[in-house]
């Protein structure tokens, strides 16, 4: 990320560049706790670039973000500008005599992308909110130009009181989730829904020299609205956090499905072990 701005106490924040956006800086981020697993059903880094930075739900390049909270209230605003990405390939043939040449394109063109997102909050412990995100975008990746445009709104909120932290994320993506993903013949697919839902509870000054431990657990569930596809896990985790150093497990349940509805005949069952440290 790269972006530059302003903020002030009347007129919110203006920031230019390459950065998150509403989608995730007001929604999405709620249910982003868990260490190693989660995300996938957020739609933030689902689509057509790793960091969703081409289609604006992750972290949106050429992007102008304002923000600006009245009394309990918050609103974001989001626009990304064009970006040329396509790509073509001349190959010269001679066919009956005569040279011609095929071309084949690749790539995405993207005309624009917005955003707009409300998040209620009444007071620091409790956050509800949503965010409707829109991008014009031309899909070269089939030799053609196609339709590329997604449509994706995405629900969600927390509550912390004391030293507990539970919340829950909600959304419909349309032509946004790569049909890998979900196991579908369709390079990204028409219909797809997604939740996200954790819960973690953290045990501070019980270890000497820690800030906290945490337990938590939550599940992530990413489904095709038009076939048995999912993509879907129930987790399990414990933290250690001290000053800059982290230290995690997660214990991940696969519950995914095949587009017949079939499980997949490997375990897909995981433990995963994270160490981290923040210089």
């Known amino acids: 990320m790269l972006y530059a701005g302003a903020a002030h106490e009347k007129w919110g924040s203006f920031t230019v560049g390459k950065q998150y956006g509403p989608w995730y800086d007001m929604v999405a981020v709620n249910t982003d706790w868990f260490w190693i697993n989660g995300g996938e059903a957020s ?22 973000y304002w923000k600006k909270s009245f009394d309990d209230v918050t609103v974001g605003l989001l626009y990304q500008l064009g970006h040329d990405g396509q790509h073509s390939n001349e190959t010269s043939l001679f066919e009956d005599g005569v040279f011609t040449t095929e071309t084949e394109y690749s790539g995405y063109e993207r005309d624009y992308s917005y955003e707009a997102a409300l998040n209620w909050h009444p007071n620091e412990d409790f956050t509800v909110g949503g965010v409707f995100h829109h991008t014009e975008l031309s899909d070269y990746e089939s030799g053609n130009s196609e339709n590329g ?13 004391g030293n507990w932290y539970i919340a ?12 890998s ?7 990204f697919v028409d219909k797809a829904r997604g939740a996200e839902f954790v819960v973690n509870y953290k045990f501070k000054e019980v270890i000497w020299g ?44 696969d519950n995914s499905r095949q587009s017949d509805g079939s499980e997949y005949s490997a375990d897909r069952d995981q433990l995963m072990f994270l160490a981290r440290y923040d210089f």
């Open 43 to 64: 739609g933030t880094f689902e689509g057509r670039s790793g960091d969703g930075g081409l289609h604006g739900t992750g972290r949106p390049d050429n992007s102008l």
């Open 149 to 161: 445009d997604i449509d994706a709104w995405l629900l969600g909120g927390h509550w912390s009181p």
């Open 168 to 179: 829950l994320v909600g959304g419909e993506y349309r032509n946004h989730i790569a049909g």
């Open 181 to 187: 993903t979900l196991d579908s013949s369709e390079t």
């Open 210 to 253: 820690d800030d906290s431990v945490e337990l938590y657990g939550g599940l992530n569930h990413l489904e095709d609205a038009d076939s048995e596809a999912r993509y879907a896990y129930q987790i399990l985790g414990a933290a250690w956090r001290v000053k800059d150093l982290t230290l995690a497990t997660e214990y991940r349940f």
